[in-house]
């Protein structure tokens, strides 16, 4: 017999036994390498141009004090920012879309970017905030609002359709408010507000980077444990749970990490849209796997969103456009031809 | 754990999977109060009954999946919601009657699914894990399809999957949520009988609730028949199945005939004329063959 989709048992001496989806495995190590280099080409880019090799000397230690100042101070925590930013995004995104078991099942369609706009608008048209506190607010709205959806989704546990319904829901509600703040606002916070809201990755320096960087050292590898008892959540929560998954403990879990994950990501590079959505899609055609996902889609994440932020720096002449136009043009596109190809399928 | 072949005595606590005196309810909505069933070990227990009758919640609740609000569900006597929901897998298997097969997932990935509950981080698939899926796929006639697609197969051959995942898992309990429903009726009486040939070769208790009479009739060593939540009669098919107990739990009425197959008992249902008839001529049941 072949052992189950292109899936490898590693057994060692002693019982210990590991299964690798050596595609899956494959294709997170490509994504993060590219995702790596267009960080690297990024951080050359800009108006005083670095090669990327001079980058890499750079970055061992070894460059000129120009270098290192321009690399070091201005740009590698940008690019870091947009590192983590779509990584955490990425690995949100499949962990809403494989609890909710929708591919729809995303931050930006739950209202999660919403509710952290609001926090940060709250901050900057109502308390005229500093840019630490515009930071923090996006954050406790994110938080609010995911807590928010999973208690009025939960009706003896929580249900795929039910909070995606939910979520849109709140998400309608959370955009009127975000509308009337805006209103609200003179000229120049309005401004700053609308910056915010389309995600942006300019001027990100290192204290963006190490909360997110803790973050996601706890986060990840809470969420990568509980890889395999998602994977039989797949099934629907009778199956899983007759073979001995905690189903409701285990969604929990994983809905409170993705929740968290989206909105330090949202609270770092505000609501750059379709990420989250299309990440985890775009990886599973990839791995061709049935399964959650996850390594992948946080690579694909990241290297989306680098190279977005290239893109948006580069593929419009002098206009540098904020990262969150370039995914949620691109995201958008993305959208419709997966409506489009759903259908064809039958499945909506 | 009795040894394979004991014998069942009535009334004896020695079962491994009992329900004492338990109610149980969808949030308000009460199915049933004060419900007590033993299921003898080493039977292919069948319940049956009317819809609604609360035959699927029993189920649910003899698995761990429905929390009694009172009374508890025992699993070799200790109350089956105190113990961690792995442990109670390694014993307990249970087929839902909805179960999803996730996108492009082949049937050997499924069955080995089964393997879950003994597996961990640090032995995720070890020689013994792909023994076993390759025995279960085997004694359900799916070996060949190992590299195929769920989402290609017929209903019966899927059914056929799902259960090769649920032995996979190698409890001693088996309970399977109406598994005949949606199959054509070869294949629903292909499942049975694979049912009865895991109940006859394996030691297995299994406990299936069906829909139709007949089937349950014939297949099951023992029958428990519900209405509204509590149980009317139980036993062996041949004890328990007449006329009287057709019309009291389904409120029809009919002839029990032997059935010229297997010699367990047929429920005819009587005909449009006699049924209307119903009053006039008490105690039809039983004679008088239209």
Redesign the interface.
């Known amino acids: ?5 292109e ?1 490898r ?1 590693v ?1 060692m001496p002693g ?5 690798l989806d050596v595609r899956a495995l494959a294709v997170a190590v490509l994504l993060a390498a590219a995702a790596l280099a267009a960080g690297v080409l990024l951080v050359g880019t800009g108006d005083a141009k670095i090669a990327p090799a001079d980058v890499l000397r750079t970055l061992a230690g070894n460059g000129t004090a120009y270098q290192n100042f321009i690399v070091d101070e201005l740009r590698l925590p940008r690019v870091l920012v947009g590192l983590l930013v779509g990584a955490a995004l990425g690995l949100g995104g499949a962990l809403f879309q494989a609890v909710s ?1 929708n591919p729809l099942g995303s931050p930006d369609v739950l209202g999660l970017s919403q509710g952290s706009a609001a926090g940060a608008l709250v901050v900057i048209v109502l308390l005229s905030g500093s840019a630490a506190q515009v930071t923090a607010g996006a954050l406790a709205g994110g938080l609010v609002t995911g807590a928010l959806i999973h208690l009025l989704a939960w009706r ?1 546990g929580v249900h795929g359709y039910r909070l995606v319904l939910v979520g849109i829901g709140i998400s309608a509600i959370l955009t009127a408010v975000n509308g009337y703040l805006l209103t609200k606002a003179d000229l120049v916070d309005a401004a700053r507000a609308v910056v915010w809201m389309t995600g942006s990755l300019n001027g990100r320096d290192w204290t963006q980077v190490w909360p997110l960087l803790g973050l996601c050292v706890v986060v990840v590898p809470v969420v990568l ?1 509980h890889a ?1 008892a998602l ?2 959540m ?3 929560d ?2 899983a ?6 189903v409701q403990r285990t969604r929990l879990v994983l809905m409170t990490a993705a929740v968290l994950l989206t909105a330090a990501a949202t609270a770092a590079a505000g609501p750059v849209s379709f990420v989250a959505l299309t990440a985890p899609q775009l990886a599973r055609r990839l791995t ?4 959650p996902n996850l390594l992948p889609s946080l690579c694909m994440g990241a290297l989306l969103l680098v190279a977005a932020d290239w893109a948006s720096q580069r593929a419009f002449g002098a206009d540098q456009l904020p990262v969150g136009v370039v995914t949620g043009v691109l995201g958008g596109a993305y959208l419709l031809w997966l409506l489009v190809t759903e259908r064809r399928a039958g499945r909506i | 754990m009795n040894t394979p072949g004991t014998p069942y005595i009535p009334g004896s606590t020695v079962n491994r999977l009992s329900a004492e005196h338990v109610t149980l309810a ?2 308000q909505r009460v199915i049933a109060e004060e419900l007590s069933v033993e299921i003898p070990d080493h039977s292919f227990t069948v319940i049956v009954g009317p819809n609604a009758c609360g035959k699927s919640t029993l189920l649910r609740a003899l ?3 429905l929390r009694p609000s009172t009374g508890r569900v025992l699993l070799d006597g200790q109350a089956i919601h105190s113990l ?7 014993t307990l ?14 049937v ?2 499924l069955v ?3 393997r ?2 003994h ?1 961990g ?7 013994e ?2 023994r076993i ?2 025995e279960a ?1 085997t004694r359900t006639g799916v ?1 060949d399809l ?2 195929r697609y769920v989402d290609e197969l017929s209903g019966g051959q899927r059914q056929r999957v799902w259960i090769a995942m ?1 032995l996979a ?1 190698q409890t001693p309990l088996l309970l399977l949520d109406e598994p005949t429903t949606y199959l054509d009726i070869q294949h629903q009486i292909d499942v049975l009988d694979l049912c009865a040939e895991l109940h006859e070769s394996g030691g297995r208790t299994l406990v299936a609730v069906l829909h139709d009479l007949n089937h349950a009739a014939r297949y099951a060593t023992h029958l428990v028949a519900l209405r509204d939540g509590r149980v009317v009669a139980e036993g062996a098919p041949a004890d328990i199945v007449t006329a009287e107990l057709v019309e009291e739990v389904f409120g029809l009425r009919c002839q029990v005939i032997e059935d010229p197959a297997t010699g367990t008992p047929l429920v005819v249902p009587a005909s449009r004329a006699a049924r209307a008839g119903r009053g006039r001529a008490a105690g039809v049941s039983g004679t008088g063959v239209s």
Do not use: F
């Open positions: 017999m072949k052992t189950p989709t899936s048992a057994r019982g210990l036994s590991l299964r078991r003896q444990g395999r994977r039989m797949e099934m629907g009778d199956a749970s007759a073979l001995g998954v905690p061709r796997s049935p399964g | 969808y949030d698995a761990r999946m961690p929901a792995r442990k109670v897998a390694r298997g249970l087929l839902p009657q909805s179960s999803v097969a996730p996108d492009g997932i082949s050997g990935d080995g699914r089964g879950y509950p597996q981080l640090l032995r995720q698939w070890s020689a894990d792909e899926v390759r796929m070996a190992a590299d649920t898992q």
